[in-house]
Structures are given as C-alpha cells and as structure tokens.
C-alpha cells in the first residue's frame, strides 16, 4: 500500500529513474547497462522505494538487501541476496554476472563484492525508521513491498531485466524473496525480460518470471500470460505485479496488489503512474 502522502514522491522517482535508463539507450548504451542506471537510481532514491537507501529493514532492524540482473541474449545473469553493507545490491549482482563463476552469492560472500562498504545504519531512513516502529508496535507479521525493477530493449534487439529490494518489513533475519529467485522474480531470454514486485514467497513457488517466458513461447498473448501468471500468485495465497517487455517492443504492466508504481518510455510515448486497481496493460 502506498500512502497517499508518498505518491508524488513514487512517481517522481520512477520518471527519474526510468527517464535516465531512456537516456542511456539513447546514447548507444546496451539494455543490462540501461536497467542497471533505473534500478541505481531508485536504489539511491531516499524518499520512495524499499531498496538500498530506505529499504525496508527486518525484524531487528537491519537491512538486508536481494537484487538480480540476467542478460536476455545470452542467459548470463548474477544476483546478490542477504546483502547489509552495499547501497547499491544491484550493482553486486552485476559483478556476480561479470566477474565470477556463480550466479548467486549471500550473505558474507556478497558483502565482500562491495568496493564502498556502507554502515548498515546509512540505508535506514526516518521514513524507513518510523516503518519499523509501527509494525513493532502493532506486533503482526512481515507487511509490504515497493520492490524496484527495470526491463530494458536496446537498439540491437537485447533485452535485460534488473530487481532489487529490501524485502518484506520485519521478515525474519535471512528471508530471501524472489526478486534475486532467477525465475521467480527477474527473468530475461531473447524474447522477453520481467521484474516481479509482491509477496516473494507466492512468486517463489509460482515461478512467475519464466512462467511468464513459457507462455509467451507457448503462443498465448502477452495479456494472456500475464493474467494467468498474476491468477497462479492469488493461488498460492499472494498479490503483486510484475512488468516486461517483449523483443517486438511491445510492454506489460500488471498487478492484483491494491497500489503499484510504474513508468515506461518508448520512442514517441511515456507514461508513469500509480495504479490504484488491479489491473493488466499491454501495448
């Protein structure tokens, strides 16, 4: 649920961050390296969002981040997830991509990637404070999202897909969600690239992401896919939503969660909001 108090701040950064990944395709940049800029850019984003700066932190007050980022040309992805001292978790998953031979590294492991360590203490905001301590006081279970994500389609027909996250407030020290899950919640092949935001453990056993892919590959309409994937999420007794793009350019906004922010710019058309509805748009 986004506070009504918050909106402009959710759309203001979504038109920042999806106007700068614009910007860098614009200027001959691949589609990973354009959805990498939105994500850091939300990440770094103090006001709105539940990643890096102002992540949502768990139960005993520490943030622990998860971030993905998968390369849809060639399958290479990398994800981070249970990270505590990096502002930026998406750009330690682009190192796991880059650098190393894994495509999944926790904990400690992930940590280490981190060229600028940041005091955990720094990615918590008043806003992120003020959260914590009205969940404790109401005592109730882990509450919420605001997962970041970006899809991308570069001039030479690749596309990328990057998620990152604080996770659910007050989860439990450890609890890794889908977003850093590669089909689960981020997912990129050469047809279409999807981030997914919501509850992590519905998107978790519907392997929403690539459920999303095989649908699409199967012949069904990217509206079709979409709904049946969000139907899948009520099942496993969940809500979210999820966005992506096809290489045909054609783009997805979807969601059964009461609120999600979106924005999307193509050449002759942008669009950024807050949808109050549960709804699915393709065009």
Not at 26 to 39: C, P
Not at 169 to 180: C, E, F, I, N, T
Not at 248 to 259: K, L, M, R, S
Request: proline share 4%; with cysteine.
């Amino acid at each position: 649920q986004i506070k009504e108090a918050d909106r402009p701040a959710y759309v203001n950064g979504l038109i920042a961050a999806r106007d700068l990944g614009f910007e860098r395709l614009e200027q001959g940049a691949n589609a990973i390296e354009a959805s990498l800029a939105a994500v850091v850019q939300m990440e770094n984003n103090p006001r709105a969002f539940n990643a890096g700066t102002g992540a949502s932190p768990n139960r005993d007050g520490i943030v622990e981040c998860d971030a993905a980022v998968m390369a849809g040309h060639d399958g290479s992805a990398g994800a981070v997830a249970a990270v505590t001292a990096a502002q930026n978790p998406v750009l330690l998953a682009e190192k796991v991509r880059r650098e190393s031979p894994h495509v999944l590294l926790v904990g400690a492991g992930a940590d280490a990637l981190a060229t600028d360590k940041i005091d955990n203490r720094k990615l918590l905001t008043e806003r992120s404070r003020q959260a914590l301590k009205r969940w404790r006081e109401k005592k109730q279970g882990p509450v919420g999202s605001a997962t970041v994500g970006a899809v991308a389609l570069d001039a030479n027909g690749n596309l990328a897909a990057a998620t990152s996250t604080g996770g659910v407030l007050g989860k439990w020290p450890g609890r890794v969600g889908d977003s850093p899950l590669l089909g689960a919640g981020t997912y990129a092949n050469r047809q279409i690239a999807v981030s997914c935001t919501g509850k992590g453990e519905a998107f978790i056993r519907a392997v929403s992401a690539k459920d999303l892919a095989c649908r699409l590959r199967a012949g069904e309409s990217l509206v079709e896919a979409a709904k049946a994937v969000l139907e899948q999420i009520i099942a496993f007794d969940g809500s979210g939503g999820l966005i992506a793009i096809t290489a045909q350019g054609q783009v997805c906004v979807g969601f059964n969660t009461p609120n999600m922010a979106y924005a999307w710019k193509s050449a002759g058309h942008e669009a950024a909001a807050i949808g109050l509805e549960p709804e699915i748009i393709c065009f």
